[in-house]
């Protein structure tokens, strides 16, 4: 059903956007949500971003990702609309973390000023974060439930133990870092980024803002990794300006998903992982 409605896309992507917009329905198995969601992306509609954020909290994790792509790369009203909506309360904001490097780059300078208004942090705001989970240290983690609790807010990006994908650094031999620099790496993750998995941002001739990992280069093109190992090879010529970004691609503000309970159960599991 998601190819039936991928064909249905190019053929009649404009016409069938109500069709589209139905199938984004928990009822729907999340490959078709998917297929619909990324079908309303070629749509100029003005209401496919409110359509989008109205169905917001009904979407799978897989989905909303889906749905952030199709916000960010609709240009700059539909970004705003989305900022406008973790600034009024209907998007959390650790739902976009993985997005702000291409957000403080933005070209709309409304953007740009928005973004880091809801996402900055100073040094010491996060100081003060990693202050209040160091009580985790302190605490005896159950191995089992810190699993689950990398499963679901680290498997994207990371692989460990038979769970999740590999686009950040690897983690075999994290057990054999002292707890108190692996809670570090955890609250304040672009304090230190290791070589090789820098996030690079990519602005292209077309206003699109893509950032990820360098994967792979040629002298005619280069391949970011990002999250869930997706793949995305760039053409040079259509590159108008690329950089290293400071920031990881490891967001900060895991401490929104994860208890201070939890944080002592995913170093448990950290520590045990072989």
Same mark, same amino acid.
């Given at each position: 059903?998601?190819?039936?409605?991928?064909?249905?896309?190019?053929? !009649?992507?404009?016409?069938?956007?109500?069709?589209?917009?139905?199938?984004?329905?928990? =009822?729907?198995?999340?490959?078709?949500?998917?297929?619909?969601?990324?079908?309303?992306?070629?749509?100029?509609?003005?209401?496919? &971003?409110?359509?989008?954020?109205?169905?917001?909290?009904?979407?799978?994790?897989?989905?909303?990702?889906?749905?952030?792509?199709?916000?960010?790369?609709?240009?700059?009203?539909?970004?705003?609309?989305?900022?406008?909506?973790?600034?009024?309360?209907?998007?959390?904001?650790?739902?976009?973390?993985?997005?702000?490097?291409?957000?403080?780059?933005?070209?709309?300078?409304?953007?740009?000023?928005?973004?880091?208004?809801?996402?900055?942090?100073?040094?010491?705001? +996060?100081? =003060?974060?990693?202050?209040? %989970?160091?009580?985790?240290?302190?605490?005896?983690?159950?191995?089992?439930?810190?699993?689950?609790?990398?499963?679901?807010?680290?498997?994207?990006?990371?692989?460990?133990? &038979?769970?999740?994908?590999?686009?950040?650094?690897?983690? &075999?031999?994290?057990?054999?870092?002292?707890?108190?620099?692996?809670?570090?790496?955890?609250?304040?993750?672009?304090?230190?980024?290791?070589?090789?998995?820098?996030?690079?941002?990519?602005?292209?001739?077309?206003?699109?803002?893509?950032?990820?990992?360098?994967?792979? !280069?040629?002298?005619?093109?280069?391949?970011?990794?990002?999250?869930? =190992?997706?793949?995305?090879?760039?053409?040079?010529?259509?590159?108008?300006?690329? %950089?290293?970004?400071?920031?990881?691609?490891?967001?900060? &503000?895991?401490?929104? =998903?994860?208890?201070?309970?939890?944080?002592?159960?995913?170093?448990?599991?950290?520590?045990?992982? +072989?």
């Amino acid at each position: 059903r998601a190819d039936a409605v991928a064909l249905l896309a190019l053929a !009649h992507a404009s016409s069938e956007a109500a069709l589209f917009e139905k199938l984004i329905d928990p =009822q729907q198995p999340d490959g078709v949500q998917v297929a619909a969601v990324r079908a309303l992306s070629s749509s100029k509609d003005a209401q496919i &971003g409110q359509a989008l954020l109205a169905k917001w909290r009904e979407m799978s994790p897989q989905v909303r990702a889906e749905a952030t792509n199709v916000m960010l790369r609709g240009g700059p009203d539909r970004t705003r609309l989305l900022l406008e909506a973790v600034k009024n309360g209907d998007v959390q904001t650790w739902q976009l973390d993985p997005y702000k490097p291409r957000l403080f780059m933005d070209r709309d300078p409304a953007v740009r000023d928005l973004a880091r208004a809801l996402f900055e942090q100073s040094p010491a705001q +996060r100081e =003060q974060v990693l202050k209040q %989970y160091q009580a985790a240290l302190n605490i005896e983690g159950d191995v089992a439930r810190g699993k689950e609790v990398f499963k679901r807010v680290c498997s994207k990006c990371h692989a460990l133990d &038979g769970v999740g994908v590999a686009v950040g650094p690897k983690l &075999g031999t994290v057990r054999n870092h002292p707890t108190s620099e692996l809670l570090v790496d955890i609250i304040m993750p672009s304090k230190s980024i290791e070589q090789g998995y820098e996030t690079y941002v990519v602005d292209l001739a077309s206003g699109e803002i893509l950032d990820g990992v360098m994967s792979a !280069h040629t002298p005619a093109t280069i391949t970011l990794r990002q999250e869930q =190992q997706r793949e995305t090879v760039i053409s040079r010529e259509n590159i108008r300006r690329m %950089y290293v970004s400071n920031v990881s691609m490891m967001p900060d &503000g895991l401490e929104k =998903q994860v208890s201070i309970q939890q944080m002592a159960d995913l170093l448990a599991f950290l520590k045990a992982a +072989r």
